[in-house]
């Protein structure tokens, strides 16, 4: 039996690990770590997938994810060492990457994010590999001396939507008279303060309103963005107290406002009308991918996802038919993610 370490550190590389272990071959013995972290540990128990925990995350300041990532290497030290893993896998865990390292462990990074400077920085120059999504140049990993890049024909999510139950609804095309909308990440280093979604979610509520009679799903991130929310916005929308399948809740929407990259792609792949307000950072897969391919529309500044927002439910009805078209021509061409890496570790 051959031991793969898996090393996953949020809720939406737990839905990749998911699809690893579910469809790993016989001969390999999948074993996973994850972090203290609100969504993910509730994302993780739905999931049902087996992990030990090593350390927390390290909230929004340096010193704190400084502290917090040295404490968990500490603690993932003897755990990795007395296992004796045969490789490693992780979508971008400076921890996995460095401790993989100082055993001599091969670390192989999966991940759709050069735009994660520092992680980025820290994990893949020790890599002996990056599986990465066919639209992403090689240059973008080379920049951080990826030693080989392995490309797929396919986008992250699809590991987990492909042949899901999500894509049948999804392709229904009900307009359901609900929205969706992710918060962005608050403590991502990339973040930058006052940008985002809920800068304007005054505003952009308020014009849903006036749009037509459309229930809110708010989705925050961490359990601080969550009482926020509930405190600023409860009134107005209905804020889950935990986390929840977020692929079911899109799959059975009529648009997703997307703060993040995840739930947003796997709007675009299951054809759900979808709008990306990112202006944190360039993310590749969208410019390069999703907005040429008409899969997503893109925002800049609070005025343009406002006008985008009333433009799409206003003409909802085709709207859902010309995304559920788009997004099933493209995936007809798409390769299972899952297999291609397995078939490249060579264990």
Excluded at 8 to 23: I, Y
Excluded at 254 to 269: C, K, N, R, S
Aim: charged letters at 25%; glycine letters at 8%.
């Amino acid at each position: 039996m051959v031991k793969l370490w898996i090393d996953v550190l949020t809720p939406k590389q737990a839905l990749f690990t998911r699809a690893l272990v579910d469809r790993a071959p016989s001969r390999i013995d999948c074993v996973v770590t994850t972090r203290d972290y609100f969504e993910l540990n509730h994302l993780l128990g739905r999931l049902n997938l087996k992990y030990t925990s090593f350390g927390k995350h390290g909230g929004g300041d340096l010193l704190g994810k400084l502290k917090s990532s040295v404490e968990r290497m500490r603690e993932l030290i003897p755990f990795v060492s007395k296992n004796g893993f045969d490789c490693a896998l992780s979508y971008i865990s400076p921890e996995a990457g460095r401790v993989s390292f100082g055993l001599g462990i091969q670390h192989f990074i999966c991940s759709d994010s050069p735009h994660a400077n520092a992680p980025c920085r820290l994990a893949v120059p020790l890599s002996a590999g990056v599986f990465s999504p066919f639209v992403i140049p090689k240059q973008r990993w080379a920049q951080y001396s990826a030693k080989r890049v392995m490309k797929y024909r396919a986008l992250d999510p699809w590991a987990w939507l492909n042949g899901s139950k999500y894509q049948e609804q999804a392709k229904k095309q009900v307009v359901t008279g609900k929205v969706v909308i992710r918060l962005e990440e608050w403590f991502a280093s990339y973040f930058k303060t006052g940008k985002g979604v809920s800068g304007t979610l005054t505003k952009l509520i308020r014009a849903i309103r006036a749009a037509g009679d459309f229930e809110i799903l708010l989705l925050p991130r961490y359990e601080g963005q969550r009482e926020w929310a509930a405190k600023n916005f409860g009134k107005d929308c209905r804020i889950p107290r935990t986390a929840v399948d977020a692929a079911d809740e899109i799959s059975r929407s009529d648009l997703l406002i997307g703060g993040g990259a995840t739930m947003t792609q796997e709007a675009a792949l299951l054809g759900i009308p979808n709008i990306s307000y990112f202006p944190s950072a360039r993310l590749d897969v969208f410019y390069n991918y999703y907005f040429p391919k008409g899969l997503s529309l893109g925002a800049t500044n609070h005025s343009q996802l406002i006008e985008a927002s009333v433009r799409i439910l206003k003409n909802i009805d085709k709207e859902k038919g010309n995304f559920s078209r788009r997004a099933q021509r493209e995936t007809k061409r798409f390769e299972d993610p899952v297999r291609f890496i397995f078939e490249r570790l060579r264990l």
